[in-house]
């Protein structure tokens, strides 16, 4: 059975490489697009499965944005079972200053450039993001998609988001770190709680994550 995976804001399928599935499921990375001009989320969503077959069964696996993401995917498809890693379900567990900045705008001050340069700053900002063993992982790796129109865009749909009462996920499991600076799990509700893990923990509790999922993949 397949597996579809949306990494994180700005990130590509590496963010997975360290998971270990069950040998019965291919992991799939489905790799973020440019947005249009003034594009709905639902939109964009619907445009990311075109790489999936409906007609068969498959898993969605979302990680951070791509948490989001894959439960807009629930709009349009059934899949057999959605992990969410290091994200949120809902408006109540999306941290108050994200939605701050939702009610004056304050993310469309920052500048691009802070999360596309290579200046030293911003490295260390985003390997506290994405990685912290700057000897076995090169950001640049992980961080992939810099473009600047998608990166402003995905920030706004993020700090806006509210996870619509049209549609509910039959099957579910969330999966997040105790240690998360980015969505803290004081506001998480209903989930597999990971002690010390990170926003990143895919990548730095690889094998604790992957036993989780596996332990739900084999009941299929």
Do not use: C
Not at 24 to 47: A, C, G, M
Not at 158 to 179: A, D, F, P, R
Request: charged share 20%.
């Amino acid at each position: 059975m397949k597996v579809y995976q949306i990494s994180g804001l700005g990130a590509n399928g590496n963010a997975f490489r360290n998971l270990r599935l069950n040998d019965d499921f291919e992991q799939i990375y489905i790799p973020w697009l440019v947005p249009e001009k003034n594009e709905s989320l639902t939109h964009y969503t619907e445009r990311l499965l075109d790489i999936i077959n409906p007609k068969e069964d498959f898993v969605l696996m979302g990680l951070s944005f791509g948490g989001i993401v894959a439960q807009e995917m629930n709009r349009f498809v059934h899949p057999k079972h959605t992990f969410l890693i290091s994200t949120v379900k809902n408006r109540a567990e999306i941290p108050y200053l994200f939605k701050l900045s939702a009610s004056i705008n304050a993310h469309k001050l920052i500048p691009m450039s802070f999360l596309t340069s290579d200046r030293v700053f911003s490295y260390m900002m985003l390997r506290r993001l994405y990685y912290t063993n700057r000897e076995k992982d090169n950001i640049d790796d992980i961080f992939e998609f810099k473009n600047k129109e998608y990166l402003r865009w995905s920030i706004h749909k993020i700090v806006n988001w509210e996870h619509s009462s049209s549609y509910q996920e039959e099957n579910l499991t969330h999966i997040h770190g105790t240690k998360d600076i980015v969505f803290p799990i004081n506001n998480i509700k209903n989930a597999i709680n990971i002690e010390g893990g990170t926003h990143i923990m895919v990548m730095q509790k690889p094998k604790q994550i992957s036993n989780e999922i596996n332990n739900v993949l084999q009941s299929f």
